[in-house]
Structures are given as C-alpha cells and as structure tokens.
C-alpha cells in the first residue's frame, strides 16, 4: 500500500511539472495572426519597376501581428543590408514610409515599411491606440524578422522612422543593439509635445488640467464600452489656423497623401490614444546610442526645434558624438519630408550614403 502511495505521489508529482512545462512552453509560443492583407496596389506613391514587393507580417514581443510591405532591389547577389521604416505618427505604410522604403530598395538595400501596433493593416485591439513601449518594440520586431531572413545580413540592419516615428527610432536605437544605423526625419519627440504642447506652450497647471480632462474620458470610455475617436487633420482648414495645420492638411486631406486606412486622412487616434505618453520621456537615453545616427528636417517646419534639441543632447552631452549627424533642408516645411514636396526636398543620395557607410 505504501508502495503504491508513493508511486502515485511520483507519478502526480512528474505529472505536474510535465503539464507546468507543457502550459509554459503554450502560453510562451510566437503566434501569429492572419491578418487580411490588401493585395492591389494601394499607395499614395506610384510602384517602381526596380524592386520586388511582397507582403509580409511579422510578431512583436507582446503577441501583435504587424503588417508590413517587403521591398528588395531585382537582381541582387549576396546577403543585403536591411532598414525598418515607419512614420509619420498616424500614417500608414502605403505613405511616407512606403516611399522611402521603395526609392531607398532601388539603392541596393532591402527595405520593409510597416503599420505600427493598433494601425493600418496590423493587427493590435482596441484600434487607434498608441504606446511608448509597444510602439518602440515594433521597431525591435522588426529587426527581429529581418535578422531571420536568409538574403540579410544581421551585422547589417538600420531603422528610419518619420515625425513621431522618428523619435521613436532613436528611443529603438537606444535599447536594441542590434541596430547598426538609425535616420530620424522630420522628427517628433510624442512625449514631449503630447506633455507639453506645441513649442512647450503647456505649463504644470496645464499639464495638470490635460490629465484630469483625459482621465475623465477614460471612465465615459469604460461606462459606455466604446473608444471614441478625436478626430484626424482638421477638415475644412480655418483661415486663422496656424501654418503647421494647413500644412498637415495639404498633405493628408488631398490627393497628394489621403488614404482611406490613414488615422490622420480620417478620424484620428482615439482620445485617449496617447495619454501614456504623457509622462514617459522617450528621448531621456538616447545620448547613450553608440551606433550611427543622421536626423534630417526641414529649415522652415514647425517641428524642426525637436531634432535640434535631440541632436544637441546627442553631441554636446555624449562621449558618442562623432558618428552623429544634423542634417537641415533649407526652405523645407515639415510635410514636405513626407514625399518630397514637390521639391525633391527628401535627401535621398544623403540617406544611401549614410546607410552604405554605417552598414558596411
């Protein structure tokens, strides 16, 4: 009897740790989603007959499928370098950031621009959400797909990220080593406009007042069961409006980059979409980056006080200042580094050298 009491007790025992190892090795498993991917040919930009492009999705550290388009130069040989590219800050692939992925794999680099979590074609629930750490891993889990391609080189893998994908960029740049050579273009810091406003308007008292505004809004949220959206680009343009949001208009409510998955062409993010951002500096590391970082904006954008504040911090308080530089357009507004603006303004000669150089 006492054999048998202590065979069970084994057998439950083993039994145990066999079902904890098997529920672990359940719960701890990369899976992805189906997402339902459109198939034709839906940019703001016209395809080139110089790359090959496919679909692909890939899986971030928190479970979410992201969407990307996968652009590659014809005819290559060998093991390519690679760049991630996202941006603007509630765009999507099929804009800025497919066109720099386009034009920079007719250079002789593979490129993959993606939707970030919550947007676009990638999967992510509640939709229209935003997240300082999420945002900043679909940079790494880009990485991660192009680090386990067979025609890339993982010594040789850079990020670009526009408006407030660029300082998302950086902040990627700052945790993920792997990452051999960064752009910010037009960059946004999110933190600190979302926290202190435009130009650094918003005071304590203000900040203060956001928060309750915002927080209200979470339990109407909560009590109702819905995320109202707050709305995308102001459509039509009052003729007061500052010059920075006919200049966002101009881009996204126009022919020249709406498109119909696009928060900023339509409703916007939800209204409390960026509230954790309020308080979590992004940047706060990023003089720590050791690898290869080129920021680029425009002379006359709105915006351009970001880079230089983020380039300033870079240089004057890092011992990595060397391989780090501010490049300034001259006369370009901040959309006019979406897709040019009509003025060629994006430096692109200016970005394949810099990738050919750190990625070498």
């Given at each position: 009897?006492?054999?048998?009491?202590v065979?069970?007790?084994?057998?439950?025992?083993?039994?145990?740790?066999?079902?904890?190892?098997?529920?672990?090795?359940?719960?701890?498993?990369?899976?992805?989603?189906?997402?339902?991917?459109?198939?034709?040919?839906?940019?703001?930009?016209?395809?080139?007959?110089?790359?090959?492009?496919?679909?692909?999705t890939?899986?971030?550290?928190y479970?979410?499928?992201?969407?990307?388009?996968?652009?590659?130069?014809?005819?290559?040989?060998?093991?390519?370098?690679?760049?991630?590219?996202?941006?603007?800050?509630?765009?999507?692939?099929?804009?800025?950031?497919?066109?720099?992925?386009?034009?920079?794999?007719?250079?002789?680099?593979?490129?993959?621009?993606?939707?970030?979590?919550?947007?676009?074609?990638s999967?992510?629930?509640?939709?229209?959400?935003?997240?300082?750490?999420?945002?900043t891993?679909?940079?790494?889990?880009?990485?991660?797909?192009?680090?386990?391609?067979?025609?890339?080189?993982?010594?040789?893998?850079?990020?670009?990220?526009?408006?407030?994908?660029?300082?998302?960029?950086l902040?990627?740049?700052?945790?993920?080593?792997?990452?051999?050579?960064?752009?910010?273009?037009?960059?946004?810091?999110?933190?600190?406009?979302?926290?202190?406003?435009?130009?650094?308007?918003?005071?304590?008292?203000?900040?203060?007042?956001?928060?309750?505004?915002?927080?209200?809004?979470?339990?109407?949220?909560?009590?109702?069961?819905?995320?109202?959206?707050?709305?995308?680009?102001?459509?039509?343009?009052?003729?007061?409006?500052?010059?920075?949001?006919?200049?966002?208009?101009?881009?996204?409510?126009t022919?020249?980059?709406?498109?119909?998955?696009?928060?900023?062409?339509?409703?916007?993010?939800?209204?409390?979409?960026?509230?954790?951002?309020?308080?979590?500096?992004?940047?706060?590391?990023?003089?720590?980056?050791?690898?290869a970082?080129?920021?680029?904006?425009?002379?006359?954008?709105?915006?351009?006080?970001?880079?230089?504040?983020?380039?300033k911090?870079?240089?004057?308080?890092?011992?990595?200042?060397?391989?780090?530089?501010?490049?300034?357009?001259?006369?370009?507004?901040?959309?006019?580094?979406?897709?040019?603006?009509?003025?060629?303004?994006?430096?692109?000669?200016?970005?394949?050298?810099?990738?050919?150089?750190?990625?070498?």
């Open positions: 009897m006492k054999t048998l009491l065979t069970t007790a084994l057998f439950v025992a083993i039994s145990t740790v066999t079902m904890a190892q098997i529920t672990t090795a359940i719960d701890n498993k990369i899976v992805k989603q189906e997402l339902q991917l459109t198939q034709e040919w839906d940019k703001t930009f016209p395809k080139s007959e110089k790359v090959n492009h496919r679909k692909i890939f899986v971030n550290r479970g979410i499928t992201l969407a990307a388009d996968l652009y590659e130069p014809k005819n290559y040989n060998g093991k390519l370098a690679a760049i991630a590219i996202s941006g603007p800050f509630g765009a999507v692939k099929e804009q800025a950031s497919g066109l720099y992925a386009q034009t920079i794999a007719e250079r002789g680099f593979l490129t993959i621009a993606f939707d970030p979590s919550f947007t676009g074609e999967g992510g629930t509640p939709r229209y959400m935003a997240s300082p750490d999420i945002n891993e679909d940079f790494s889990a880009a990485v991660d797909f192009l680090s386990t391609q067979e025609n890339v080189d993982p010594e040789r893998i850079g990020i670009l990220g526009i408006c407030g994908w660029g300082g998302l960029a902040n990627a740049a700052a945790i993920d080593t792997r990452i051999k050579a960064t752009v910010a273009s037009t960059m946004y810091d999110m933190t600190r406009v979302n926290s202190q406003g435009y130009f650094d308007s918003i005071d304590e008292d203000g900040r203060y007042k956001n928060r309750v505004a915002l927080n209200k809004q979470r339990t109407e949220d909560y009590r109702n069961g819905y995320y109202p959206h707050q709305g995308g680009v102001v459509d039509p343009v009052p003729n007061d409006a500052p010059f920075f949001v006919k200049d966002y208009h101009n881009y996204y409510k022919s020249r980059g709406y498109h119909k998955r696009s928060l900023n062409s339509n409703n916007g993010w939800n209204v409390t979409g960026c509230i954790s951002f309020m308080n979590q500096p992004i940047l706060c590391y990023s003089n720590e980056i050791r690898s970082v080129l920021i680029i904006h425009g002379e006359k954008a709105h915006s351009c006080y970001f880079s230089r504040d983020a380039y911090d870079m240089t004057t308080h890092s011992k990595y200042a060397a391989n780090k530089e501010l490049l300034i357009i001259p006369n370009a507004v901040h959309t006019d580094l979406y897709d040019g603006g009509g003025k060629n303004a994006i430096p692109f000669d200016k970005l394949e050298r810099f990738f050919k150089e750190a990625l070498k």
